[in-house]
């Protein structure tokens, strides 16, 4: 027998009684009515759902006899192998406008990889590389390329053009430099600057320059180790690590240098901050639990967080990078 589609939302099978066949009416015109709120409540919860995504972490981990990018999601889930090389792979850096992740090997060689594909060294650039990180548009990469002058090493900043294949150097500067950091913005790099005092001691400072190499000024010196500075997405703050309490931390401070704040307390070794997306939080990695691992805390340096811990005694992880 063929189905009326009008009793479709019918509550009681009696629709002769005139009282049952009102209520029934009553209560199919409320469901026809709030079904369309029903379906945006979805929907909306489905956006909100993509909006909130926190991201992944990819970092270098020693595992298999080499060092890997692996890549792991913030809540500890999702381990996913992304790539090896013969000559190891580290300072993984991502930007949401390029498929290829920039990093270093022991060659110091800066490479391109893509996951599950070979990894290319980036001819245009000189030998002895270090650090890339990239562009906010994906189209250029900053890296320390390192010289030896009278038998000690210089390095300076360069960049490498993607879109055209080519290089050239950002900013010469005496002593060495490392670890650079482009603004979200894109309109400045922030870098360290090392230098050697007093024959074997070593101060390492915090420098700011424009993307087009000028300007270039010294925001941080106070006569310890500033370095791997890491921008907020906002552009507002500068996560670095420091030993300026006498150990190795976390601290951040504005983009001109002022109100450094110490974020970690921990008597372990604290360095390479990376911030969320969202800039609620930073990863970074820690000897805490004896080795070096990735972990995941607050941006006020509450709630720390092991992220990392693999199988393989040797298996250090370390140089997160907190991606989109």
């Known amino acids: 027998m063929k189905q009326n589609p009008s009793r479709s939302f019918c509550l009681f099978s009696n629709s002769r009684n005139p009282l049952i066949g009102k209520l029934n009416f009553i209560l199919t015109s409320l469901i026809l009515l709030l079904l369309p709120a029903f379906i945006c409540l979805g929907n909306e919860t489905d956006q909100d759902a993509t909006t909130s995504s926190s991201g992944s972490i990819i970092f270098s981990t020693y595992a298999n006899d080499s060092w890997e990018l692996w890549s792991i999601d913030p809540d500890g889930k999702n381990l996913i192998r992304l790539a090896w090389d013969k000559n190891d792979l580290h300072f993984p850096s991502r930007s949401s406008k390029s498929p290829y992740i920039a990093g270093s090997n022991n060659k110091r060689e800066i490479v391109l990889v893509s996951p599950g594909e070979q990894v290319q060294k980036i001819e245009a650039l000189p030998a002895n590389c270090d650090h890339p990180a990239w562009a906010p548009s994906g189209d250029k990469l900053v890296c320390a390329c390192y010289t030896a002058v009278n038998r000690q090493e210089d390095s300076d900043l360069w960049i490498y053009d993607v879109t055209h294949d080519t290089a050239g150097k950002l900013i010469q500067q005496n002593h060495i430099q490392s670890y650079p950091a482009w603004s979200p913005d894109g309109k400045h790099i922030v870098y360290t600057s090392g230098r050697r005092v007093g024959g074997t001691r070593v101060v390492e400072s915090l420098w700011l320059v424009k993307a087009d190499g000028t300007d270039a000024k010294e925001v941080i010196s106070d006569g310890y180790y500033n370095i791997q500075p890491e921008w907020s997405p906002d552009g507002q703050w500068i996560a670095y690590a420091s030993n300026k309490s006498g150990n190795m931390d976390i601290w951040v401070m504005a983009r001109d240098g002022k109100e450094a704040k110490r974020l970690t307390f921990d008597s372990a070794y604290d360095s390479d901050p990376s911030w969320s ?48």
């Open 277 to 324: 997306p969202d800039g609620s939080r930073l990863c970074f990695s820690s000897t805490r639990t004896g080795q070096m691992e990735i972990w995941v805390m607050d941006k006020d340096g509450k709630k720390p967080r092991q992220l990392t811990g693999l199988s393989e005694p040797a298996g250090e992880s370390m140089h997160p990078y907190w991606q989109k």
